[in-house]
């Protein structure tokens, strides 16, 4: 129920967060997991990282695991336990009673050898949504192998669809199935807290790689399904429109370009100039197009080439044709419309330390977006954690001189 000003010209309280006085437990490591349980803090949840005393395995890849760190454990906190022994143990059983969420990417196994796996814990805690994140699912012959980003590219086929037809496959330039598992995850548990709501009872989410990248290529699967040809390889361009999704150069990068339809084609031709292709029998029909695309690729070129890209997106833009720059990182960066949207945000560390980051990707309402906290050192909140969770000073000091916490 809406909550009124009290009286006229009151300002109106802020709302809560739609997650607060919600607890996520984040057993994960690298992306996946990690992601998943960012995108539920992201959103108001309490979330406690569960390490290894030697942390999260990304803390050990070099600069690249230590921007994972950054990118996907904004706004945690972070216990570093060691799970094999029998009060590492206790202490997570004890955190799980407390959370709402266990998510968890561990290898293949683990969390059933260390006797913290979904059916054990919604054995005890019924009302537990417990997400796990694999690389092939639990019920395939691959089940036990594990599974990184690059792994579900090569095997869901994406590989084969990406890049030059005489060139080696190639992999998409970031772990884009990892980040998507990590979305979709926390799209599941956002169901299941849903349900929860309704029926009283948690629930067992599985979401592997595998999946979620056949899930990111459905509209070329089921064309495949409905009796189309096997997808080739066939770099910049799409195989059955033209132009679309074309890589053209210009006279200080490139641009790529769609216009495939009839109306956006006969439109691109009178903007540029060249009226005369619109009833150039090679050019006279999206089919023809594909049939003649090395000689549209020749003209596409010779109209734009004398322009900028930013001249090109003005021009084309403004004229309603599908039209985008090729930017480096640094010009995305500078980008007006990057800096509007207001992704970027500071994440702030509790020593004042800050850092650059990228915030929810998605707006709610006129809400700011949300300040993040940076990404716990691993093991920076245990003793709160721990003391949060009922164990004395004289406990937790003593947990750690056995090696239990870090």
């Given at each position: 129920?809406a909550?009124l000003?009290?009286?006229?010209?009151?300002?109106?309280?802020?709302?809560a967060?739609?997650?607060?006085?919600?607890?996520?437990?984040?057993?994960?490591?690298?992306?996946?997991?990690?992601?998943?349980?960012?995108?539920l803090?992201?959103?108001?949840a309490?979330?406690?990282?569960?390490?290894?005393l030697?942390g999260?395995?990304?803390?050990?890849?070099?600069?690249?695991?230590?921007?994972?760190?950054r990118?996907?454990n904004?706004?945690?906190r972070?216990?570093?336990l060691?799970l094999?022994?029998?009060?590492?143990?206790e202490?997570a059983?004890?955190?799980?009673?407390?959370?709402d969420?266990?998510?968890?990417?561990?290898?293949?196994?683990?969390?059933?050898?260390?006797?913290?796996?979904p059916?054990?814990?919604?054995?005890?805690?019924?009302?537990?949504i417990?997400?796990s994140i694999?690389?092939?699912?639990?019920?395939?012959?691959?089940?036990?192998r594990?599974?990184y980003?690059?792994?579900a590219?090569?095997?869901?086929?994406l590989m084969t669809?990406?890049?030059?037809p005489d060139?080696?496959?190639?992999?998409?330039?970031?772990p884009?199935?990892d980040?998507?598992?990590?979305?979709?995850g926390?799209?599941?548990?956002l169901?299941?807290l849903?349900?929860?709501?309704?029926?009283?009872?948690?629930e067992?989410?599985?979401?592997?790689?595998?999946e979620?990248?056949?899930?990111?290529?459905?509209?070329?699967?089921c064309?495949?399904?409905?009796?189309?040809?096997?997808?080739?390889?066939?770099?910049?361009?799409?195989?059955h429109?033209?132009?679309?999704?074309?890589v053209?150069?210009?006279?200080?990068?490139?641009?790529?370009?769609?216009?495939?339809a009839?109306?956006?084609?006969?439109?691109?031709?009178?903007?540029?100039?060249?009226?005369e292709?619109?009833?150039?029998?090679?050019?006279?029909?999206?089919?023809?197009?594909?049939?003649?695309?090395a000689?549209?690729?020749?003209?596409?070129?010779?109209?734009?080439?004398?322009?900028?890209?930013?001249?090109?997106?003005?021009?084309?833009?403004?004229?309603?044709?599908?039209?985008?720059?090729?930017?480096?990182?640094?010009?995305?960066?500078a980008s007006?419309?990057v800096?509007a949207?207001?992704?970027?945000?500071?994440?702030?560390?509790?020593?004042?330390?800050?850092?650059?980051?990228?915030?929810?990707?998605?707006?709610?309402?006129?809400?700011?977006?949300?300040?993040p906290?940076?990404?716990?050192?691993?093991?920076?909140?245990?003793?709160?954690v721990?003391a949060?969770?009922?164990?004395?000073?004289?406990?937790?000091?003593?947990?750690?001189q056995?090696?239990?916490?870090?």
């Amino acid at each position: 129920m809406a909550v009124l000003p009290s009286h006229p010209g009151a300002a109106a309280p802020a709302p809560a967060a739609p997650l607060a006085g919600v607890s996520v437990l984040d057993f994960g490591q690298y992306i996946a997991g990690p992601g998943a349980a960012m995108a539920l803090a992201d959103l108001g949840a309490s979330v406690i990282k569960v390490e290894s005393l030697g942390g999260d395995q990304a803390r050990h890849i070099g600069r690249y695991g230590e921007s994972m760190i950054r990118a996907y454990n904004r706004g945690k906190r972070s216990i570093a336990l060691d799970l094999k022994s029998q009060a590492g143990r206790e202490i997570a059983w004890r955190l799980i009673a407390r959370s709402d969420v266990v998510i968890q990417n561990l290898r293949p196994g683990v969390v059933e050898k260390l006797g913290l796996g979904p059916a054990d814990v919604r054995a005890r805690h019924p009302r537990v949504i417990y997400l796990s994140i694999s690389g092939f699912g639990s019920a395939g012959p691959s089940r036990d192998r594990p599974g990184y980003d690059i792994a579900a590219q090569a095997e869901s086929g994406l590989m084969t669809v990406t890049g030059e037809p005489d060139r080696l496959p190639q992999k998409v330039g970031v772990p884009v199935v990892d980040a998507a598992a990590a979305q979709l995850g926390a799209q599941a548990v956002l169901a299941a807290l849903y349900g929860r709501e309704r029926s009283g009872v948690g629930e067992t989410l599985e979401v592997s790689l595998l999946e979620t990248a056949l899930n990111l290529q459905a509209a070329t699967f089921c064309e495949y399904l409905g009796g189309g040809p096997e997808p080739t390889r066939i770099g910049a361009g799409q195989p059955h429109n033209a132009p679309a999704a074309e890589v053209v150069p210009t006279s200080d990068g490139h641009i790529v370009l769609s216009a495939y339809a009839e109306d956006h084609w006969q439109r691109f031709c009178r903007v540029v100039g060249r009226e005369e292709l619109i009833d150039d029998p090679r050019f006279s029909s999206n089919q023809q197009r594909v049939a003649h695309r090395a000689e549209l690729r020749e003209v596409l070129g010779e109209c734009l080439s004398k322009y900028t890209s930013e001249q090109c997106v003005t021009l084309l833009g403004r004229n309603q044709i599908v039209v985008g720059a090729v930017r480096r990182y640094r010009d995305v960066l500078a980008s007006p419309d990057v800096i509007a949207s207001g992704i970027v945000v500071d994440a702030q560390g509790p020593d004042g330390a800050h850092y650059r980051a990228l915030g929810l990707p998605y707006r709610m309402g006129d809400a700011p977006r949300p300040a993040p906290a940076a990404a716990p050192a691993c093991g920076a909140d245990g003793a709160a954690v721990l003391a949060e969770a009922g164990y004395s000073d004289e406990e937790i000091a003593a947990l750690r001189q056995r090696g239990v916490i870090a």
